[in-house]
Structures are given as structure tokens and as C-alpha cells.
């Protein structure tokens, strides 16, 4: 009862905040939280006339075909190995990145080179898609056409599934070494400057300060993005598979994602219980993931915990 | 803010560099001449190439330096402009009005949602944050918006979703935190009411806040093509520019449909260049830009980077 009142009178108090909340409380509301339910259509054989509440309900049937046909198994495989290659891959190559900008003396080449790395992450997906297809196109790409000018075997990049997973890597770290990079580089400028003054006065080399002090000392900041990072595991960057390969099906085994997946069977197929079914199972799995990770977090490093 | 401020050059001139500092400088400077051509050579690729003449391209292959320089692709998407020019007006209207509105209304609850003394700051924080955990999937967000609110073909399908994100308020949010909570409370003791302590006290101090946050959501409508792809469909007259790329590179029926009254013969058209001449329309902005705006991208990932 008084808690009531009290809530009533804050809600009063307050109420120009609440109201400068507002909009983006309806807003979360509407695009967000109103969906949610709709997330029954994976029980459903969804009828479009009917809408999603107007559809038969099938209980687990969606879910069933998609473990039995091992299409989630390769979904999920996919998904989840490309997401450890970006994280291991990416965040060694920004950090190694990180470490050498700071052994550079001249900020104006460091300022300089960071500009150009920064670059390429703030295209669009569509754009990075068209740089690769005209490198790698098989007719007319840059590379493809230098290498038959040299006589050497051009390779059949698009119809060739092996080669993507690689070529996937090498475009994500293309897009993400660069800001990712900042991150660690501010993780480096707080690092105790006497600390390094005393080693180079010790004596120690740069491999040797590289080693025994910015090492050790981005590790915290290594742990926490590694972490975060895993909290996403089960999601992946559908602009940059979705472009990349498209609709072409050769390459499926190698590329398809959970997100790629989903959007195809929806507007491709127009099958949308079982994709919402996959989108379903991501959306839990993920759920669990991330309330996993926070709890690890929170017992390594407190003070960096989601909630 | 630089290491050269804490090391004087007199005193570091004193210690002798050994090899090993000398292969790691000489190690980055190769490295990053190298980062330097991987980052820029594939843009240069791309504007060489909408410059070359069609028959070149079959024959050789796709150019820095274009060996029989045309611009036939750029006349063939200017002889017909109203194409290009109505989707360049539509994405500039959607960047305005989105960064617009985003940035009030993401300034605005970021603000409420730091104020200490603000009694439901948790509860409206963990709402929005809890949105970025959970959601209902693409199905029924695709559903709802096209069965709902009947947003299909209608550009609001494209402003609406892009207008913020819970990370972009978290930042937000966090980015205030740091203005000293003494001017609300100066605010508060000459009896000005929230909103006012925000728009005449706050607004002034978060200039860096505003053009960082701003400029992720002008570059998330720039590069929209996502929501476009879901929602557009071919009734639509103008398409943002991303889009409207995305539609010329895929699909060969779409740049037969959007040139076909620029050349006599269909077969004529130059497709590979035509996609390289679009690429260089739709992205040249950005790029241009980008020079001058990207130091505000980097104050907000050091912020973002830390948690609030």
C-alpha cells in the first residue's frame, strides 16, 4: 500500500522524465516487444491469410523436421565456427595491430594509418560484396584476370564452397581491424607510462617491453571483449553473408547462417514457420548464452557485468 | 594524450634503440603501407572500373587505370536521371529526419536514464537492454510490420526500425554520465524544471555525444538496404541508394528496368560498368565525408568500449 503511493507520487514527481523516456519506451514497445509473441508462429503452419493467431497449431513439428534433416545441425555449425574464427582471428590481429601502432613513433603516420583501416567499416554491406566480386569475379575479376594475364590457373572462386570460409575471415577482418583496433589502442594509452619509462631505462628491448608489460596489461580488456564477444556466438552478420553469397546455392554448405537461413525461407520460400522456428531456437539459445557468459563475467571482473 | 608529450624528445634521443625496436618500427611501417593499399586499392579498383569501356572489361578484365576511358555508364544513369536523383533525395530525406528525430529522442531518455536521482532509471534501462537479448525473431517482426501496420512499400518501414538501438542509447547514456551531475543540480536550485535543465544546460556539453551518435545513425541510413529489401517491393518508385545498388548488382532485370529507356538496344547495356558507376554514385558521399567526421567514430568506440 505505501509502496503504491510512493510509486504514485515518484511517477508525479518525475513525470518529465518519464515523459522524455517515453518515446523511446513505445518505440522498444512496438518494435520489439510486440513481436515477441508472434514467435508462436513457429508452432503453426502458417496460413498467410490467416495470420499468425488464425493459423493450425502443429506443437513441435517445425523443430522436429529441422533437427531430423540436420539442417539446424549445419546451420548452427556454421554459424558458431565462423563466429570462433572472428573472434580468436579478429581480436589477435587488432590487438597485434594495437600494439605496433603504439611502438610508432610518428602520430601523424598512426593517425594516418588508423584513418585508412577505419575505412572499409563504414561502407555498406552491399558495397563490400561488390569490391569482392570484382576481385575474385571469375570472367572480369581484378585478381582472376591478373593471374591469367601471368598464365597461372584462375581459380573458380564462386562455384568453389572451400574457399569461402577463408575468404569470409579475410573480409571480415578487412571491415573490423580497424575499429576494432581503437579499442585496444585506448586499453594501451592507459597503461602506467612510468612503467614503460622504467623498463626502457632497465634496459628492456621492444619485444621485451611488449612482452612483460602490454601484454599482460590488455589482457583484462582481451578477456571482457572475448567474452562479450561469445555472448553473440549464436548470431551472425547477415549483411555480410547474405551479400556475399546471395542466392547462390553452390556455396551453401560452406556460408549459409543461422540469419541468412532464416531471411531466404522467409522471402525466398515463403516458408515462414520453419524459418521462425530457427529464428526461435537462436533467439533462446542465445538468451541462455548470454546469461551464462554474464555470469562468468561477473565472477572474474564484477564491475563489467551486463546486469 | 600521446606518448611523445610523456617522453621528451631530448631524453628519448638518449636511449639507443637495440635491433629488435628497430625491426618492430620498421616491421609497422611496412605493415601499415601494406593495410594502407589493402584498405584503399579495392575503392580506387572500383572507380577505375566504372570509368573503363565495357569491351575492355570482357577483354581484360576489371582496372585501376582504364584502358579506353568512357563515361558511358555515368551517361546511360544520367540520361534518365530521375532514377538516381529521386533515390538520392529519398536517402538524404531518410538520413535527415532519421538522425533527426534518433538523436532527440535517444538524447532525451539517455539523459533521464542517468540521472541518479531519477527513481525508474533501472527499470527503463533494463527494458531497453533487455530488447538486445531477447527477441521474437525476424518472422513476426516482418509479420507485424507488414500485417499490423501495414508499413509495406511504405517508407516509414525504413525510417521507423533505424531510428535507434539499444546500443546507441547505452552509449548515449554513458557519454552523459560524464558531464558533472552539478549543473542539473545547479539547474534544480534556480528552479529550472527537467526538460529545461536538459535543452539549456545539458544539450551544451554533449556537442561530442551528439556528433558521434548522430553520425552512426546519418551512417546507418546511408547504408540501409536491409530493411528495403524486406519491405520495398517492386511497386515502389524511388529506392535508397544502397538499396537501389544492391537491385542493379543482383538482379540484371532491375538495371534493364531502371536504363532500359537510355539505350536503343537492351543488349547494349553495359552491365559490369553500370554497377561500378552506381557504387561510385550511391558511396561517393561517404567517402568524401569521412576524412572529416571519422575521429568522432573513434571517441564514441573508446566510450562504447567501456560499460555503463
Known sequence: MRLTRRFGQNLWRYRTLTLMCLPVVVFFFMFSYMPMPGAYVAFTKFNYQKGIWGSQYIGWKNFQFLFTSGQ?????????????????????????????????????????????????????????????????????????????????????????????????????????????????????????AEMMEAARVDGANGWQRILHITLPCLKPTFVLLLLFALGGIIRGNFGLFYNLVGLNSMLYRTTDIIETYVYRSMMNNFNFSQSSAVGLFQSVVGFAIVVIVNALVKKIEPDNSLF | MTRVTVHPRSARNKIKLDPSDRFIRGFTYALGALTAVLCVLPFLLIIGSSFESEEAIRKFGFTLIPRMPTLYAYDIIFRSPRSIIGSYALTICLTGAGTAVGLSLISMAGYAMQRRDYPFRNAVSFYVY??????????????????????????????????????????????????????????????AGDFSI????????????????????????????????????????????????????NQIEALRNSYAGSVVNIGDLPGETLKMATAVIATGPIILFYPFVQKYFIAGLTVGAVKG
Do not use: C
Open chain 1, 72 to 192: 539446424l545441425a549445419l546451420l548452427l555449425r556454421n554459424t558458431v565456427l565462423y563466429n570462433i574464427a572472428f573472434i580468436v582471428i579478429g581480436n589477435v590481429v587488432q590487438m597485434t595491430v594495437a600494439i605496433l601502432m603504439n611502438e610508432v613513433r610518428s602520430a601523424k603516420f598512426r593517425k594516418v594509418t588508423q584513418t585508412i583501416m577505419f575505412l572499409p567499416y563504414f561502407i555498406s554491406a552491399v558495397l563490400v560484396a561488390l569490391v569482392v566480386y570484382n576481385l575474385l569475379n571469375f570472367d572480369f575479376g581484378f585478381i582472376t584476370s591478373l593471374l591469367r594475364q601471368w598464365n597461372l590457373p584462375a581459380p573458380k572462386v564462386y562455384s568453389t564452397p572451400n574457399a569461402w570460409p577463408v575468404l569470409i575471415i579475410i573480409v571480415h577482418l578487412w571491415q573490423s581491424t580497424g575499429y576494432g583496433s581503437v579499442v585496444y589502442f585506448a586499453a594501451i594509452m592507459g597503461i602506467d
Open chain 2, 130 to 191: 533487455f530488447t538486445s537479448l531477447f527477441s521474437g525473431g525476424l518472422v513476426p517482426f516482418y509479420l507485424l510490420m507488414v500485417q499490423t501496420y501495414n508499413l509495406r512499400d511504405s517508407y516509414l518501414a525504413v525510417l521507423l526500425p533505424l531510428l535507434m538501438s539499444p546500443w546507441l542509447i547505452i552509449l548515449m547514456k554513458n557519454f552523459i554520465k560524464s558531464i558533472p551531475y552539478e549543473i542539473t543540480e545547479s539547474g534544480k536550485i534556480d528552479g
Open chain 2, 198 to 249: 536538459f535543452a539549456r544546460l545539458i544539450i551544451p556539453s554533449m556537442k561530442p555525444a551528439l556528433a558521434t551518435i548522430g553520425l552512426f545513425l546519418a551512417i546507418g541510413y546511408w547504408n540501409e538496404w536491409y530493411f528495403s529489401s524486406l519491405f520495398l517491393t517492386s511497386q515502389v518508385e524511388f529506392r535508397p541508394l544502397q538499396y537501389q545498388l544492391y537491385r542493379v548488382i
